[in-house]
């Protein structure tokens, strides 16, 4: 008999809340290629900030992999995301220039603040591995869900926006989630109830505050 994992037990009991992360207003816009030009640009700017306090956080997941798994290859998965990373920043200096977007001197909107500073929460060396390798798989699944959506046959997204959604949509970033997904389950598999309840807190809290990024790229702050 197949047993449903613990990742898809939430998934199941949270729907509703996945659904409102990963196909919000701002990517059916882009989807269907409504998307407003302005909203846009706020989502690359601010994105850069949040990535930019994402490699530290991944520098916290490494680092908890290398004390706390036995198995190699939640070091190589984590390492492999963070060489990614690196491209990512050539990316969106790539981006902004062929938006005209400057990404220097950019305010952080309260989300992105308030989402960084949960990513800071997550950081410390208090939080468990699983707790933030559970996150991690989140905060990657939401992008790559949504913007693999929009390159779905069927959808209508504009070229200029394709290299975006490709950057997060393709195959191979869906197959680095699900790489996450089972260290993540391997984890939760073996933890205690008390870490799988913090850990199914803080998958909620990624998907709130993802919800509020996308509605401040959207300018309802
Ligand atoms: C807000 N969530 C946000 N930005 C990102 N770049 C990702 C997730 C995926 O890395």
Known sequence: KSKVSVIETWLRKHRLLYVGATRHPFIHSIRDGSVDVSSFKRW???????????????????????????????????????????????????EASKWGVSLTNVAPQKANLDYCRFLESLMSSEVEYTVAITA???????????????????????????DTCQRWGNDGFGRYCHALQSIAEHHLEKASDDVRKRTEAAVLDVLEYEVAFWNMSQGDT
């Not at 798989?137 to 394709?162: K, M």
Request: hydrophobic content about 45%.
């Open 44 to 94: 690359l700017e601010q994105d850069y900030i949040f990535v930019r306090a994402f490699v530290p956080f991944v520098a916290t997941v490494l680092l908890k992999a290398w004390k706390e798994s036995f198995d190699a290859t939640d070091l190589d998965v984590i390492l492999s995301g963070m060489a990614s990373l690196n491209d990512e920043f050539a990316w969106f200096n790539k």
């Open 136 to 162: 991690f798989w989140a905060i990657e699944t939401v992008y790559q869900d949504s913007f693999a959506h929009c390159l779905e046959d069927g959808s209508n997204t504009p070229e200029e926006l394709r």
